[in-house]
């Protein structure tokens, strides 16, 4: 008798990384431990915090992810994509690498500043090492595409080994 093999869940994350953080958090509870899911991105980034927060989840829960760029992946979405065994671009898909970005809406004191901007170089640190072996591969490009804080096209991600082409039938 054959397995009916379950359809992975489908998670779209569309808009700034708050936009869509809550209900990816709970999609990818609501999959199995060691389901499959797959993630449609056309997000311009945000919070690092909610990236590593869906991340440490896939991570956690054993899930294998496949990321699928319709459009934008960039900033801290690309963390996401990152933890996908399966990366697809088009050739219209455009992702932004660059280091993290410190913004803040709060009053602070200057005590908790310094504390804030010590915290934040440590962890910009080890975002970007716990992003590049993520991806797990070519580590050179990777690091010079976000020192210079470069907008990467589909094509540049295929060339670097870091995702594969989706062929759309541009005749339909």
């Given at each position: 008798?054959?397995?009916?093999?379950?359809k992975p869940?489908?998670?779209?994350?569309?808009?700034?990384?708050?936009?869509?953080?809550?209900?990816?958090?709970?999609?990818?509870?609501?999959?199995?431990?060691?389901?499959?899911?797959?993630?449609?991105?056309?997000?311009?980034?945000?919070?690092?915090?909610?990236?590593?927060?869906?991340?440490?989840?896939?991570r956690l829960?054993?899930?294998?992810?496949?990321?699928?760029?319709?459009?934008?992946?960039?900033?801290?979405?690309?963390?996401?994509?990152?933890?996908?065994?399966?990366?697809?671009?088009?050739?219209?898909?455009?992702?932004?690498?660059?280091?993290?970005?410190?913004?803040?809406?709060?009053?602070?004191?200057?005590?908790?500043?310094?504390?804030?901007?010590?915290?934040?170089?440590?962890?910009?640190?080890?975002?970007?090492?716990?992003?590049?072996?993520?991806?797990?591969?070519?580590?050179?490009?990777?690091?010079?595409?976000?020192?210079?804080?470069?907008?990467?096209?589909?094509?540049?991600?295929?060339?670097?080994?870091?995702?594969?082409?989706?062929?759309?039938?541009?005749?339909?």
């Open positions: 008798m054959a397995k009916s093999r379950k869940t489908e998670i779209a994350l569309v808009g700034e990384v708050d936009d869509w953080e809550e209900d990816a958090i709970q999609s990818l509870l609501e999959t199995p431990t060691r389901g499959e899911c797959v993630f449609y991105i056309d997000s311009q980034g945000g919070s690092v915090y909610g990236s590593v927060a869906v991340t440490t989840l896939i829960r054993k899930l294998t992810c496949t990321g699928v760029v319709l459009g934008e992946c960039s900033s801290a979405a690309l963390l996401v994509l990152a933890a996908c065994k399966k990366r697809y671009v088009t050739r219209y898909s455009t992702l932004l690498f660059h280091k993290m970005r410190w913004e803040s809406e709060k009053r602070v004191g200057s005590r908790e500043a310094v504390h804030w901007a010590k915290h934040f170089e440590a962890l910009e640190k080890e975002i970007d090492d716990f992003q590049r072996r993520l991806f797990g591969q070519a580590e050179k490009q990777y690091r010079e595409w976000t020192e210079r804080g470069r907008y990467v096209s589909g094509k540049e991600m295929v060339e670097a080994g870091l995702a594969e082409w989706i062929e759309l039938d541009e005749d339909a």
